[in-house]
């Protein structure tokens, strides 16, 4: 029996425990530096059969990434997942040019909530190396999906299995065109207990993360706490102050930052894709635009070039240095 295959059955056998996993292995050998060589000898040791592969209709290895793997995420194995499922596009995970933004929220959001995040959600489609991460509840969490470009979802319950059924497609489609990721058998049903302990992948996996609507011991804020555990920046829209909203209010006053409006969601976003100044002057013309919209303000300049905010200022100081533009007592932009 190869590796994975001894590892996949441990884990089964474990009922999905990594952690458990993680520490007999950590208490046997090294393996911080995804020592392949020292792994095999010490589960070649194990007793392990493989009866267990059947009760989970397991029959193949493909669609299954392990932790001793090149390409599977250290921030996983550092929050106790270390055996996943998927389907999709894998890369996605590891690709350094998309800024990856987890949305969660109520699954039965207000009219309002609704319209705040489909605005937002507009804003976002709108810039490049985007990549939103959700789970796949109804609500906060299928606007977020439905209206990305790049997404990733982290399900509560096997890859094959369809929870809520009401958004089937829309995992399929995800699983075509994005990446769909579990810690459970494809077949697995969800269990309660499966959604708040998933929730720590979402907040891991992502650069931001933006609750809505979180109500009391709901299952969003445990994202959102996992974020500030976890250092993340966490953005917690003040949309009501509602009993829906007591959740929201518990993670701003453990350190989540407001915003009101969508928009302040721009200025959060960082890319690690580094913006020559001059570049930028010559590929969007930022003259021309200042130009045509005389007294553009910073958050407006920021949208149009799809660039944060602290980089638009970096840029239209430079320019203002240069005598090619100058700022009112508004702080609003004029060509010069």
């Not at 990594?18 to 007999?24: D, E, H, L, R, T």
């Not at 075509?176 to 499966?194: H, T, V």
């Not at 829906?244 to 009101?260: A, C, D, H, P, Y």
């Amino acid at each position: 029996m190869n590796i994975k295959l001894k590892i996949l059955c441990l884990y089964l056998k474990n009922n999905f425990n990594f952690f458990k996993i993680k520490k007999i292995i950590e208490n046997s050998i090294d393996i911080n530096e995804k020592n392949k060589d020292e792994l095999e000898k010490f589960v070649e040791k194990l007793d392990i059969s493989e009866e267990i592969l059947a009760k989970y209709k397991i029959e193949s290895l493909e669609n299954i990434k392990f932790f001793f793997e090149e390409d599977f995420p250290d921030i996983l194995y550092q929050n106790n997942a270390g055996v996943i499922f998927f389907k999709g596009n894998w890369n996605l995970l590891n690709d350094k040019n998309l800024f990856k933004i987890a949305v969660v929220g109520s699954r039965k959001p207000t009219t309002l909530t609704t319209k705040w995040t489909e605005e937002l959600m507009k804003l976002l489609m709108e810039l490049e190396n985007i990549c939103v991460i959700s789970g796949l509840a109804t609500g906060i969490d299928t606007i977020a999906l439905k209206n990305s470009k790049i997404r990733i979802s982290i399900l509560g319950n096997g890859i094959d299995y369809y929870y809520p059924p009401t958004n089937k497609k829309l995992q399929q489609i995800i699983a075509e065109e994005g990446l769909i990721l579990s810690e459970y058998p494809p077949k697995q049903p969800p269990q309660k207990y499966f959604f708040p302990y998933r929730n720590r992948l979402i907040a891991a996996l992502a650069d931001l993360v933006i609750v809505i609507q979180a109500a009391k011991n709901s299952g969003s804020i445990t994202t959102g706490k996992y974020a500030l555990e976890m250092g993340k920046e966490l953005l917690v829209p003040f949309i009501s102050a509602s009993p829906e909203f007591e959740g929201s209010k518990e993670l701003i006053n453990n350190g989540g930052r407001i915003v009101t409006k969508p928009e302040e969601i721009l200025n959060y976003l960082t890319f690690s894709k580094k913006i020559d100044n001059k570049n930028v002057e010559e590929n969007t013309n930022i003259l021309k635009i200042i130009s045509d919209k005389p007294g553009i303000t910073i958050e407006e300049l920021s949208y149009i070039l799809n660039i944060p905010i602290p980089k638009t200022i970096e840029i239209v100081t430079n320019l203002e240095l240069e005598g090619k533009i100058f700022f009112d007592f508004n702080y609003s932009i004029f060509i010069k």
